[in-house]
């Protein structure tokens, strides 16, 4: 259910997803320079295994917010699926234009149009302990994933 341009119900908070969402609006990253961007992209990717995926691998960024993830991961890979359940799914659209990999999805962890076990890899970076249900949260997460796929957390 779409309330106040965020998704409502299930295992979600909806003043929290209204309070990111409004805050990504606010401060979407585009004054972020690319060294800066590059920097905090790798002090949390460091540990991904970006190697060890196929060609062409497919995943998705849970809670992508403004997209800052997203950028940085779209050209290294063959599809994103950028999910959100707040309005800040806008602002990620507009920071991935040109990036033709991407899909948007509004969508909370219990919704998420993905079939189980199709996804490569998956991320979702300071986003589930505002899930009131972090473990159902990572087990929805984690059944989206193929037998043996990181998941960046």
Partial sequence: MLVNGCMKGGNI???TVAGFGDEWERFDQSELGSVEAKKLFDQYFHVFPWNDLPEK???FDLGCGSGRWA?????LVGRLHCIDPSAALEVAKRNLVGNENCDFYLAGV???PIANQSMDFGYSLGVLHHIPDTQAAMSACVKKLKIGAPFLV
């Fill in 13 to 15: 908070d909806g003043s």
């Fill in 71 to 75: 950028k940085m991961v779209a050209p």
């Fill in 57 to 59: 691998a497919e995943g």
């Fill in 110 to 112: 219990d919704d998420m």
